[in-house]
């Protein structure tokens, strides 16, 4: 808000372009953007997918300002033209994922990871996923309640038909999920001048319909399209609150469940091409029942409470909390498998690891903790600036040569031997003489 510009009793407010200050003032061909607690804990992050330049990935510093991260992280994607772009957390490990459709050339499907306390994503795309299209909105939902989300590319024949398209992802314990196609059924709509798309639940059913827009080259009518199956799964729905009453839009909800482990949410500030989506956190829970809510606000107020059997299959809507409904000694929370509460009142992660040292077989003696559960990979000892990976059969490099970023195109199992070092010291040697 601009102070000076503002008279609040005669209703008037008035913004102030702070672009500049913030570190977002880049001019690029901007298309997509999403809004929420990416890279951060709480604080809202910036991702936008552009046209004719490199993407941005804003980190907020908690100061005011940005730090454009898109580079280091790995979803700059230079030479791509992005446009619809949804936030989910696909293999369900607690970190905020990044998916969208680049106009007429290959989809991403960027899982977040880290190592050595840096963060990176990897596009985790299949050939079918990631085939070029011309796409406008990319939606992430779980359209059948059942644990898993599906993605929507909602397409634009322009030129020629073009249909729409569904994948399914799929959790796998201990690899990349698994994508796969569906059929979309009368939503593929090869002839359709998709220009936009939102989920919301018209009739209350706890089933996600589907509504697309269309236009731009000739006119087209809405659609409304109801799913056919999942009507016997279990789902919930969250809504929450700011201080003054509005829709937390960048808000993060987090589902503790009894069996499947947690579920999160972005309540996004910004999605979608030419649209924006639901500020509702809507779960398909399949045969599972929620335990436990937890809901943190972009400023870092952070509220946890239990869900009640009765409580499933409605919606639950969750205020700010104020300093006089804080109880002094927090309620026990039922957090589910593979999370216990803390002092602070809140579900964690439990580290199998630490608490059950002998938790791994003989033959696979190393524990490697995970979110919500463990596992246990061969004791494989590698020589330095190299790791084993993730099933303990091979050493991998951990980082590329030149830069300080794990590196997924130079991947060798073992170091150089001594007598190779030696060669190509020489050989460069010989080269500055002849210079």
């Known amino acids: 808000m601009d102070p000076e510009a503002s008279d609040l009793s005669q209703g008037i407010l008035a913004l102030r372009d702070v672009a500049a200050e913030a570190g977002v003032s880049k001019y690029t061909g901007g298309r997509g953007v999403s809004v929420g607690p990416i890279l951060s804990s709480s604080a809202s992050d910036i991702f936008c997918d552009n046209e004719n330049g490199p993407n941005f990935l804003f980190h907020n510093q908690g100061d005011g300002t940005f730090v454009d991260a898109a580079t280091s992280a790995g979803v700059d994607d230079p030479h791509q033209h992005g446009r619809g772009v949804a936030l989910a957390d696909f293999n369900r490990d607690g970190k905020v994922d990044i998916v969208y459709g680049n106009w007429n050339g290959p989809h991403r499907l960027y899982l977040q990871m880290s190592a050595h306390g840096k963060v990176r994503f990897r596009d985790i795309a299949s050939p079918k996923f990631s085939m070029p299209s011309p796409v406008r909105t990319v939606i992430a939902a779980d359209f059948d309640n059942d644990q898993e989300l599906e993605i929507f590319f909602n397409n634009f024949a322009h030129r020629s038909s073009s249909a729409n398209r569904l994948f399914r992802v799929i959790r796998r314990e201990h690899g990349d999920p698994l994508i796969e196609e569906l059929n979309p059924g009368d939503a593929l709509e090869p002839e359709g001048r998709g220009t936009g798309?939102?989920?919301?639940?018209?009739?209350?059913?706890?089933?996600?319909?589907?509504?697309?827009?269309?236009?731009?080259?000739?006119?087209?009518?809405?659609?409304?399209?109801?799913?056919?199956?999942?009507?016997?799964?279990?789902?919930?729905?969250?809504?929450?609150?700011?201080?003054?009453?509005?829709?937390?839009?960048?808000?993060k909800v987090v589902l503790y469940t009894k069996k499947s482990g947690a579920h999160l949410r972005i309540i996004d500030g910004g999605s979608g091409y030419l649209c924006e989506m639901e500020p509702v956190a809507h779960f398909g829970l399949g045969k599972d029942e929620a335990s436990s809510v937890e809901v943190t606000w972009p400023d870092g107020e952070m509220t946890s409470r239990n869900v009640a059997s009765e409580e499933m299959n409605s919606v639950l809507e969750i205020p700010y909390p104020r300093d006089e409904d804080r109880?002094?000694?927090?309620?026990?929370?039922?957090?589910?498998?593979?999370?216990?509460?803390?002092?602070?009142?809140?579900?964690?992660?439990?580290?199998?690891?630490?608490?059950?040292?002998?938790?791994?077989?003989?033959?696979?003696?190393?524990?490697?903790?995970?979110?919500?559960?463990?596992?246990?990979?061969?004791?494989?000892?590698?020589?330095?600036?190299?790791?084993?990976?993730?099933?303990?059969?091979?050493?991998?490099?951990?980082?590329?040569?030149?830069?300080?970023?794990?590196?997924?195109?130079?991947?060798?199992?073992?170091?150089?031997s001594r007598a190779s070092y030696l060669s190509l010291g020489l050989g460069l040697c010989l080269q500055l003489y002849a210079l």
């Open 197 to 251: 798309g939102v989920v919301t639940d018209f009739d209350g059913d706890g089933m996600l319909d589907l509504i697309l827009s269309h236009g731009e080259s000739m006119a087209q009518p809405l659609s409304v399209f109801r799913g056919n199956q999942g009507f016997s799964n279990n789902w919930l729905r969250v809504v929450p609150r700011t201080r003054f009453g509005a829709f937390a839009r960048g808000a």
């Open 327 to 416: 109880p002094q000694d927090p309620a026990p929370l039922e957090c589910g498998q593979g999370f216990s509460q803390q002092e602070n009142g809140h579900c964690l992660d439990t580290n199998e690891c630490i608490q059950f040292p002998f938790v791994c077989p003989r033959d696979k003696p190393v524990c490697v903790n995970t979110y919500g559960s463990y596992r246990c990979r061969t004791n494989k000892r590698c020589s330095r600036g190299y790791e084993p990976n993730e099933d303990g059969t091979a050493c991998v490099a951990q980082v590329a040569f030149l830069g300080g970023y794990p590196s997924a195109a130079f991947r060798i199992s073992e170091p150089l």
